[in-house]
């Protein structure tokens, strides 16, 4: 009896460990942010448009948009509308981040 309480208690506790250790990755956090931000593109798309942001955190945890690729004014004006100075709620390990998306194109 004791060996299976014992057991139960562990893989209770690696769980909630696993769990825990995904919830709090600040890139993936910081990524789904950005994938939810631009989620529903505003703007008229043909096709879909593999996207490159390059953006910094801020000393003040506000997205700074530094470079958008390709260079189409329309998109890089939608990502910098919809990512400069949104604030982040958690500490990231870096500074600087590229991410890449894929904006859907309008149904």
């Given amino acids: 009896m004791k060996k299976v309480i014992l057991l139960i208690a562990l893989s209770l506790n690696t769980t909630s460990f696993i769990c825990h250790g995904e ?12 994938a939810l931000l631009l989620e529903a593109p505003s703007i008229t798309l043909k096709e879909d448009v593999l996207t490159k942001i390059i ?3 801020q000393e003040d945890k506000k997205i700074n948009v530094v470079d958008v690729l390709p260079k189409d ?19 990231t390990t870096r500074n600087r981040y590229n991410v890449s998306l894929v904006l859907k194109k309008n149904k």
């Fill in 23 to 34: 919830d709090f990755n600040p890139e993936k956090r910081l990524r789904l942010k950005i």
């Fill in 73 to 91: 004014i329309k998109i890089v004006n939608y990502v910098k509308a919809r990512l400069n100075n949104k604030k982040v709620k958690f500490n």
């Fill in 55 to 57: 953006f910094e955190i």
